[in-house]
């Protein structure tokens, strides 16, 4: 669709650009001597009004899309000095900050421009050939009772405003904001902007001069983030433009239709030949149900053919540039390498040399929005897997992802709807949510505990699962000296006294192993020695954790990204005439049908010797997701557990607890 419309745009003359907010608006008197917020009474600072002007023109033959800020915020406290005294403004690939400028009006009135010199830009973060820049700048003499206010443009070149979201709701509360758009309108082409806006009332959108239509909204409250809160553009207030060609269908037939078109193309691209039947053959050769069977040619699949576009491959752009086009699934064989669709398509094409029937089926992503069915466009459902039909309906596979165990999706794509495609009847499917037995981190640990309260030995941690695919995509663009640092930063944010060495992390771009990661410790002052005791906090792993939900209201509903295990032995070796005052064990729980929290103590015959073991487990039949009114409860369950979890044992010098 992108494409096309790139196409016809590329054919067509430009269209001249308006002229937006080139100067500061005068400050109104009400304004000027305002000392308490409006939207929010303990707010910090308040964004006074926060306007943009969207722009969609012609740059010679090629498009681009002109967005104006222009920002002006009434700072209240010194914690909003602080806040908002610095500004970073983000841009990617080739999108251009441009037109920095600032001011801030104290109170007596006197002006303080930002200076040309005090804005910098420098690349943050590169991935996939992609650069993300920020440009970043400090006001000038901030203080309490000040106006700041500042714009900018950011040039997006080559692209309209297809999926653009429009934010209401942001960091700051804001008495104002107000999106003034002005659509890209072509000679002889049926294109049309649509609107649609999210956890807001539909806008009454107002003509302007020069083809511009303004949005507004007032007294926005700030977004606040709360722990494992569901993902921002779920709950804020923000609307999306977008365009069509033609017009919009009725979702239904929007579905339909785009299910069967999915199937047409995946079924071109789809080319079984002697080469695939016989590797199918040979991969599948023992395996005796039909799960074995997919298994083994998802592993084939991640482990031998290579994403061009994952960081485990360590591709340069040049290499990515030079790889050969596949145009179907004997090409990618071929070739040892492609996109993760091509991937995709080689499994379901080795799925049906196997005599399994199998579709694409595109889905949701649960960390950006919850899908609704009821909005007729694909955008919210970029993602592909391979449905393949067995005995207990469809399951679905994703072998382009190179850490994803077979028959697992990532986490943000289970539990959500798949839409099947098919030549007549394109179904919507649930995926499944991965139970907490695949998802597990086991967590070793043999220490001495030396009569000071250092504490000192050797640590192993070994993740499966979603555990695991986070921790090898965190550390897979990373370098070995890198990733030793960011683990030992780790441990030193519970214990800052820890001195950590040796480290050893495993199994990083393995695609079937669990990622493994050992260390040796030190931890000064770990137990606190008293005259002839030693108090001894058993759960080592979960020392100085801070509570998981401290706060005693909250907004939004509680989502945790998916169910999982934890595994904890820990062994102390006890100073020799050190013995247990009293052998009391942290309290094991049942909850309800969501979880269990059991934890045992053993000492032995000697008493050189205490384990430690704490199983926890969360999210059984998929129960991840609760509502704000839940709170209470969930609050009570993990004050529970944290408790638990700092369950304090006495050790004493020369008296046996019999």
């Known amino acids: 669709m992108r494409n096309k419309l790139l196409v016809l745009i590329s054919l067509l003359l430009a269209i001249p650009t308006a002229v937006l907010a080139a100067d500061w608006r005068p400050i109104e008197p009400g304004d000027a001597v305002v000392e308490a917020p409006r939207v929010e009474k303990d707010a910090d600072a308040e964004a006074m009004f926060w306007d943009v002007w969207v722009t969609d023109e012609m740059e010679g033959s090629m498009p681009r899309t002109v967005l104006s800020h222009y920002v002006r915020v ?32 104290r109170k007596d009135g006197s002006i303080v421009e930002l200076k040309k010199e005090a804005v910098f830009q420098k690349v943050v973060v590169k991935y996939g050939g992609l650069g993300i820049r920020a440009t970043s700048f400090a006001m000038p003499a901030i203080e309490p009772g000040a106006i700041i206010e500042y714009r900018w443009r950011e040039v997006r070149r080559d692209q309209v405003s297809n999926y653009t979201r429009l934010y209401y709701q942001r960091e700051i509360p804001v008495w104002r904001v107000t999106y003034h758009i002005k659509p890209l309108v072509l000679p002889y082409v049926a294109l049309q902007m649509q609107y649609i806006g999210f956890n807001c009332p539909n806008p009454q959108m107002v003509d302007e001069r020069e083809g511009f239509r303004a949005i507004s909204y007032h007294n926005m409250p700030a977004l606040r983030d709360e722990p494992f809160m569901p993902p921002a553009d779920e709950v804020r207030a923000w609307g999306l ?20 078109e999915a199937y047409r193309l995946f079924k071109s691209e789809l080319k079984v030949n002697d080469e695939i039947r016989k590797l199918s053959a040979e991969l599948v050769t023992g395996a005796a149900t039909p799960e074995e069977k997919l298994a083994r040619l998802s592993v084939y699949c991640r482990a031998k053919i290579k994403n061009i576009y994952h960081d485990s491959t360590e591709m340069t752009d040049e290499a990515r540039r030079e790889a050969k086009d596949n145009k179907n699934s004997a090409d990618t064989l071929k070739h040892g390498m492609g996109t993760g669709h091509d991937i ?5 094409a080795l799925a049906t040399a196997a005599g399994f029937e199998t579709r694409l089926a595109n889905v949701a992503d649960r960390s950006d929005k919850f899908f609704q069915r009821d909005f007729p466009n694909a955008y919210f459902m970029r993602a592909a897997n391979v449905a393949v039909r067995t005995e207990g309906g469809w399951r679905f596979y994703d072998p382009a992802s190179p850490y ?5 999706l990532r986490w943000q794509e289970e539990g959500q709807e798949a839409l099947v495609s098919d030549q007549d009847e394109p179904v919507f499917v649930r995926t499944v949510i991965s139970g907490p037995e695949k998802s597990v981190v086991k967590r070793r640990a043999n220490l001495r505990l030396q ?53 050893k992390i495993e199994n990083v771009t393995e695609p079937e192993k669990p990622l493994v990661y050992s260390y040796k410790v030190s931890v000064p002052g770990y137990a606190q020695s008293t005259g ?50 009293s052998p009391d064990a942290p309290q094991s729980s049942k909850i309800a049908q969501i979880g269990t929290y059991d934890v045992r103590l053993q000492m032995t015959r000697d008493h050189r010797k205490l384990t430690y073991g704490r199983k926890f487990t969360w999210g059984n039949q998929g129960a991840i997701m609760f509502a704000a009114e839940a709170y209470p409860q969930m609050k009570q369950i993990f004050e529970f557990i944290h408790r638990q979890d700092n369950h304090t044992l006495a050790l004493r010098q020369g008296s046996a607890s019999k």
Not at 404 to 408: C, K, L, S, T
Not at 556 to 575: L, R
């Open 74 to 105: 009434k700072i209240f406290t010194e914690r909003g000095k602080e806040t908002q005294g610095t500004v970073d403004l983000y841009s990617l690939g080739d999108f251009k900050i441009q037109d920095v400028a600032g001011r801030t009006i």
């Open 241 to 260: 433009l977008y365009y069509i060609m033609g017009s919009p269908k009725q979702p239904d037939k929007f579905w339909k239709a785009y299910g069967k």
């Open 532 to 581: 002839r005791r030693l108090l001894l906090r058993p759960a080592f792993f979960q020392f100085n954790l801070a509570p998981m939900f401290s706060a005693s209201e909250r907004k939004y509903g509680i989502c945790f990204q998916y169910p999982w295990s934890e595994e904890d032995v820990v062994t102390f070796e006890v100073p020799e005439g050190y013995e247990l005052e």
């Open 404 to 408: 994803i165990p077979a028959g697992m």
């Open 344 to 348: 995709n398509v080689l499994f379901a």
């Open 451 to 503: 009569e000071d309260g250092t504490l000192e030995g050797e640590v192993t941690v070994e993740h499966t699962g979603h555990w695991s695919v986070q921790m090898k995509n965190d550390y897979d663009g990373e370098s070995p000296e890198q990733r030793e640092e960011s683990l030992r930063e780790e441990v030193k944010r519970r214990m800052s006294t820890a001195e950590v060495e040796d480290i």
